[in-house]
């Protein structure tokens, strides 16, 4: 079998756990599979060098922040073949140009395109254990990118689909996903096999147990993935069709998202037009706007609220600023979150919104935001309540149970 292996932050986070790395990486080994491997960065690494790109810039030129960012997965991807090297076993780390991982020029948020696959093939069948920087790759130009947070997951995912693997392993801190985030609630419970679809929507919502785009590009290209812990041995969490799912709970998970802000824009003109200015300008600049509400025409004004990620606060400053003078206002509100609902179930159940709003009425909790789908309720709430919603909608829909 072909196995794709991908090990998180704190998996990597220091030489022994590297250590750990490399003989879970050698029990796959030895029972006589080729092995492609795709490794984080050492838990906070990326975090402090994003803090030095700030130290000079408030929006350093993204160019040379993604050749900063992309160090952090070249020093845990030599310093595990080194490891397995040293063990006696031939291994050889490449870079995501190294891997032929070719992205678009969307620096910090690249894409990937395509992978040249021919030389990990290669190497794998001269029978080197092939590591591969995560998070990374290159443009056609020749231009280092970086894939966005949490992207070591979609190298992975990637490469698996590329080279056809039987098998996608994500290793992580905890061995699966779980009904919610187990950190928030201690009384969160493993699930299974969860869908492709709802994995989705928990992902995008905030679970960053997985990327969204991972499981995305794995329900496109038919991936089998599973997430474990690569400090114990329990199964983990299997994410695939929902044909092959028996049981379908109505609720399956609740996730979080803390990086959010909202954009309030009082009295805007009511005409045709005006949001296409206001998001084309966004979307030129690559900023993602997730939850969008506009009230009411009123004397030829209105307002547009909407979401985007916290960190991008300061660029849509900058985009938005040129609208100012035909605005009443733009506000910027970081101290909120939000919370999804997420379950296949839902389609076919009513009232399961209606328990949530409830549910969180009674603890005083307000709504500022809501959008649905067919499989999912979001709420935005102010950030200060955001566990003790995250709790509470768990328990209202015997999550723990
Ligand atoms: P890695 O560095 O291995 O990629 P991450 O920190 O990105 O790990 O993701 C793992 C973390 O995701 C867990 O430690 C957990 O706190 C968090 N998490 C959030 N939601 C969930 C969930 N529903 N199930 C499991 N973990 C979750
Ligand atoms: N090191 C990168 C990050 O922290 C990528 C990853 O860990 O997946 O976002
Ligand atoms: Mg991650």
Known sequence: MLIVQKYGGTSMGDCDRIQNVANRVLETKKIGHSLVVVVSAMSGQT???????????KLPIEREVDMVLSSGERITSALLAIALDSMGYKSISL???????????????????????????????????VVVSGFQGVTEKGEVTTLGRGGSDLSAVALAGALNADLCEIYTDVDGVYTTDPRIEKNAKKINKISYDEMLELASMGAKVLLNRSVELAKKWNVPLVTRSSFTHDEGTLITTEENIMEKPIVSGIALDKNQARVSIANVQDRPGIAADIFGSLADNNINVDMIVQTIGRDGKTDIDFTIS????????????KFLDNVESIDYDCDIAKVSIVGVGMKSHSGVASAAFKALAKENINIMMISTSEIKVSMIINIKYSELAVRTLHSVYELDK
């Not at 994003?50 to 810039?57: E, L, N, P, V």
């Not at 190294?98 to 190497?123: F, M, P, S």
């Open 310 to 321: 916290e960190s991008e606060t300061d660029l849509t400053k900058k985009v938005l600023d």
């Open 95 to 129: 870079s995501g140009r190294g891997a032929g991982i070719i992205t678009d020029g969307v620096h910090t948020k690249a894409r990937i395109e395509y992978i040249n696959t021919q030389k990990i093939t290669d190497l794998l069948n001269e029978g080197y254990i």
């Open 47 to 57: 975090d402090t060098l994003i803090g030095y790109t700030k130290h000079f810039s």
